[in-house]
């Protein structure tokens, strides 16, 4: 059996760019605050003493506050042969330097006949839970799952937070990396050895017979959550999938898991209109819908600002308890 250390979902991420910093002299960092004001990055993930000292400024590159120009600055660095690593502090953000992202960074191997990859990485934040308020607790990785050329990745543990980023690092592919602030300091057993996690494989987070949930990212938590409480007080057998990458998407292990329970809930943070939510209802509509024997239900964030307020916060994001009554429902549900 494989090694393993307990580290935070933070610490993951920590070590996957310094290893791949160490390994590949392309690999540099560029965002807002890595170094000057807090030392290692506002989010803490690249701490000073570590990163600064071992690769020097050249690689640890502190940018001005534009998005817009640091991101096209990543994109411009990528086609010319570097692995630029760049964090863009919430996704919030992300407006200020869509065309980046989506025009330049997504088409330009098409665009240019492939005579360029553009192997780009962004690190960026989502997540609610915080009082961080309307423009600074989004998900929003499903307005980047709708452009072509953009690969999106969600981790929920360490571990696949390690491995996926490795790979996004090694990918000759512009890679959106979404960390959930909420998750930063919950701790899980990570290899000892050096490993990455391919994309387009889920992760079945836990088996069951009588009920599916596809969850993203934190939801995978509050998912496992509420399968636990169903299956104590209910005997409400629950499978829990965690996609792991959103573009690419593993069809088939959903598919083949409601093809077995005959029940779909899906569980996002994002907003339920236009959501990943739906595209993976859609999906096993579309695919597996004589499987289903009872209409699939989502369970996702309203289309509303993110309050201010913990309590009313606390109302519109899904937790367990909004899990399990969808579960309920489906199980029990007679055409």
Same mark, same amino acid.
């Given at each position: 059996?494989?090694k393993?250390?307990?580290?935070? %979902?933070?610490?993951a991420i920590?070590e *996957?760019? %310094?290893?791949?910093?160490e390994? =590949?002299?392309?690999?540099?960092?560029?965002?807002?605050?890595l170094?000057?004001?807090?030392?290692?990055?506002?989010l803490?993930?690249?701490?000073?003493?570590?990163?600064?000292? $071992?690769?020097?400024?050249?690689?640890?590159?502190?940018?001005?506050?534009? @998005?817009?120009s640091?991101?096209?600055?990543g994109?411009?660095a990528?086609?010319?042969?570097?692995?630029?690593?760049?964090?863009?502090?919430f996704v919030?953000?992300?407006?200020?330097c869509?065309?980046?992202?989506?025009n330049?960074?997504?088409?330009? $191997?098409?665009?240019?006949?492939?005579? %360029?990859?553009?192997?780009?990485? /962004?690190?960026t934040?989502?997540?609610?839970?915080?009082?961080?308020? *309307?423009v600074? &607790?989004q *998900?929003?990785?499903?307005?980047?799952?709708?452009?072509?050329?953009l690969?999106?990745?969600?981790p929920?543990t *360490?571990?696949?937070?390690k491995?996926?980023?490795?790979?996004?690092i090694?990918?000759?592919?512009?890679?959106?990396f979404?960390?959930?602030?909420?998750?930063?300091?919950?701790r899980?057993? /990570?290899?000892?050895?050096e490993?990455?996690?391919?994309?387009?494989?889920?992760?079945?987070?836990?088996?069951?017979? =009588?009920?599916?949930?596809v969850?993203i &990212?934190a939801?995978?938590?509050?998912?496992? @959550?509420a399968?636990?409480?169903l299956?104590?007080?209910?005997?409400?057998? /629950?499978?829990?999938?965690d996609?792991r990458?959103l573009?690419?998407?593993?069809?088939?292990?959903?598919?083949?898991?409601v093809?077995?329970? &005959?029940?779909?809930?899906?569980?996002?943070?994002? %907003?339920?209109?236009?959501?990943?939510?739906?595209?993976i209802a859609?999906l096993?509509a579309?695919?597996?819908?004589?499987n289903?024997?009872?209409?699939i239900?989502?369970?996702?964030t309203?289309?509303?600002?993110?309050?201010?307020s913990?309590e009313? @916060? $606390?109302?519109?994001?899904?937790?367990?308890?909004k899990i399990?009554?969808a579960?309920? @429902?489906?199980?029990?549900?007679? &055409?």
């Amino acid at each position: 059996m494989a090694k393993t250390k307990e580290i935070t %979902y933070r610490e993951a991420i920590t070590e *996957a760019l %310094y290893e791949e910093m160490e390994r =590949d002299p392309r690999v540099f960092l560029m965002g807002e605050d890595l170094r000057v004001f807090f030392g290692g990055g506002p989010l803490g993930v690249t701490p000073s003493e570590k990163f600064l000292k $071992r690769f020097g400024p050249e690689r640890v590159r502190d940018t001005p506050i534009s @998005e817009a120009s640091f991101i096209g600055a990543g994109v411009g660095a990528a086609i010319t042969g570097m692995k630029p690593v760049v964090e863009l502090m919430f996704v919030d953000f992300a407006g200020v330097c869509f065309d980046q992202l989506t025009n330049n960074a997504g088409k330009l $191997r098409y665009i240019m006949g492939g005579q %360029y990859n553009v192997p780009l990485v /962004v690190r960026t934040t989502i997540g609610a839970g915080s009082s961080f308020a *309307a423009v600074h &607790s989004q *998900a929003l990785y499903s307005l980047f799952a709708h452009s072509p050329g953009l690969k999106i990745v969600v981790p929920s543990t *360490a571990a696949d937070a390690k491995g996926l980023l490795k790979t996004a690092i090694r990918d000759q592919d512009p890679v959106i990396f979404f960390e959930h602030r909420g998750l930063y300091g919950v701790r899980g057993q /990570v290899p000892v050895e050096e490993y990455t996690t391919p994309f387009g494989i889920a992760d079945v987070k836990r088996k069951g017979k =009588d009920v599916t949930i596809v969850a993203i &990212s934190a939801m995978v938590h509050r998912a496992l @959550e509420a399968a636990e409480a169903l299956e104590k007080e209910q005997s409400i057998s /629950v499978e829990v999938i965690d996609p792991r990458t959103l573009v690419p998407l593993d069809e088939k292990t959903i598919l083949d898991s409601v093809a077995r329970t &005959s029940h779909l809930v899906v569980v996002d943070e994002d %907003y339920e209109r236009c959501g990943m939510a739906s595209e993976i209802a859609t999906l096993v509509a579309a695919k597996g819908f004589r499987n289903l024997k009872a209409p699939i239900k989502i369970v996702a964030t309203p289309t509303v600002p993110i309050p201010y307020s913990k309590e009313l @916060e $606390r109302t519109i994001l899904p937790d367990a308890t909004k899990i399990s009554a969808a579960v309920r @429902e489906v199980v029990s549900y007679r &055409s």
